[in-house]
């Protein structure tokens, strides 16, 4: 015992002799002892009970954006009964999470406006379409009750296609050549000693063991081709017809597949990925439900914000309302235009990132032929065409129509399309994509829709690139007054949903904190 009570250290004994280390362990980890007890705790959402307990009433606050960010915004504080409002400009919800189906319109700055002449259960994911399995998106999903399935990212069957390729070839096929070179060139140099100085005898051993199964180069460790590379006649009752052998190491180098074999091995990217079942904006369907239709004001362009000791107002064509806090979730670029009072180191941070351009084409067919004429069942074709890729859809099997994403361009070669009309993308698009399928793809087609995110208003960008995290990035991550910034391109995680729910269920945090605070 101590002057002050029980010491933590005999508590902690205590504990441990009637618990057990586990009870010990949760013990140190609620006192703040354990190893790991300091890192940033899960996300706790803001419930009834919070204010409840202290006697006063939960705030009112206006969201600005009813993108992914600002309807999680309004999501998690709804569940504490915070009164919300949701402003957004458009006159749809999801902001760039953007679901295409027959009948719906798309409007372009400068430009025409589009209908979709897309068949039933045919629907294009105009913005994200895939989601990783580690992603806070899919524990959304499962709150919500959104099913999802999966999304193949990665497709061997499918084809890779450069300027240095005489013809497209099979993934599998430019994946086994360019292994097997290196698995190739990494064992001869190791079986020359050239590596000796870096490998201990059981290294050498353990890396030729490696690469012989790596590239498939067998004990003469010599690259000549292998089964992975595929068949022209698939074995079955016959043992199949190889294809004929590799191209020399020369020219698996100058086709430059390195971004196309390479395309999946990012973080963010995953084997496999998913999507939610029927379009990517049931999420945001879920999301509206939940938040409660009433509380989101389509239609409606902020002009104004006013930050006061308390409260903030918010003015839109036509009308103004005024809540406790504010959290915009508009693009940085374009929340920098509408004038306000909370600064100018504000509205310099603001303008600090870049709008980054990216474009789709949508391209609807009649007849599925991707699956029966080259068997290829989701995943993608890579290029270094202005289109970039080729994606197939990853769901709908068998079924009669299908949507395949014609290009998804991004920075120069998405510019080059949005200058374009819709027809001239289309034709360009179907042009670049013949050299893949030949005849094919001209095949069939019945329909199409394309988008340019820079010319989608209101929005005017894909996503946005930060020169550095320093300076405005930081400046944002705090609120201006009672105003908080919160959206993808406030985390690690720009250009994906992931990144606006973290976001916005670190400002919810911060404001609910703050909220119950305040003086009763």
Known sequence: ???????????????????????????????????????????????????????????????????????????????????????????????????????????????????????????????????????????????????????????????????????????????????????????????????????????????????SGFGDIGGKHTYEGSPRRGFGAWPGILPGTPLPGPGTLAEVLSAGTGRALTMDFGFDQAAPMFQPVGGMDTIVTALVKAVGEHRIKLGTRVTRITDRPGGVEVAYDGGAVTGDYCIATLPPHVLAKIPHNLGTPVTDALRTPVPVSAGKMGLEYGRRWWELDENIYGGSSETDLDITHIWYPSHGYHSQRGLVVGYYAVGRHADGYARLTHDQRRARALTQGKKIHGELYRTGLLSSMSIEWRRQPHIEGAWVAWPSHDGGFTLLQRPAGRVYFAGDWLTSLVAWQAGAMESARKVVTELHTRALARPG
């Not at 009870?23 to 009970?49: W, Y």
């Not at 994946?175 to 050498?204: C, F, P, S, V």
Request: glycine fraction near 14%; proline fraction near 4%.
């Open 1 to 211: 015992m101590t002057e002050r009570g029980l010491s933590r250290r005999a508590l902690l004994v205590g504990v441990g002799a009637a618990g057990g280390a586990g009870a010990m362990f949760a013990a140190m980890s609620a006192l703040g002892l354990a190893p790991g007890s300091h890192d940033t705790p899960a996300f706790d959402a803001p419930a009834p009970g919070d204010f409840a307990l202290r006697g006063r009433a939960a705030a009112r606050v206006v969201v600005l954006g009813a993108g992914v960010a600002g309807l999680t915004c309004a999501y998690e504080l709804g569940k504490a009964g915070y009164d919300c409002v949701v402003l957004e400009a458009r006159d749809r919800v999801g902001g760039r999470n953007l679901t295409l189906r027959g009948g719906d319109t798309l409007p372009e700055i400068g430009g025409e406006t589009q209908t979709a002449k897309f068949g039933e259960d045919v629907y294009f994911n105009a913005g994200p379409a895939r989601i990783a399995p580690w992603m806070v998106t899919m524990d959304y999903c499962r709150e919500l009750g959104v099913p999802v399935e999966v999304f193949v990212n990665s497709n061997s069957s499918a084809y890779v296609y450069t300027g240095g390729m005489r013809a497209p070839v099979r993934a599998r096929t430019a994946r086994a050549d360019m292994y097997g070179y290196i698995a190739e060139l990494l064992a001869k140099a190791t079986d020359a000693g050239a590596l000796d100085k870096r490998l201990t005898e059981q290294d050498r051993e353990r890396l030729l063991e490696f690469l």
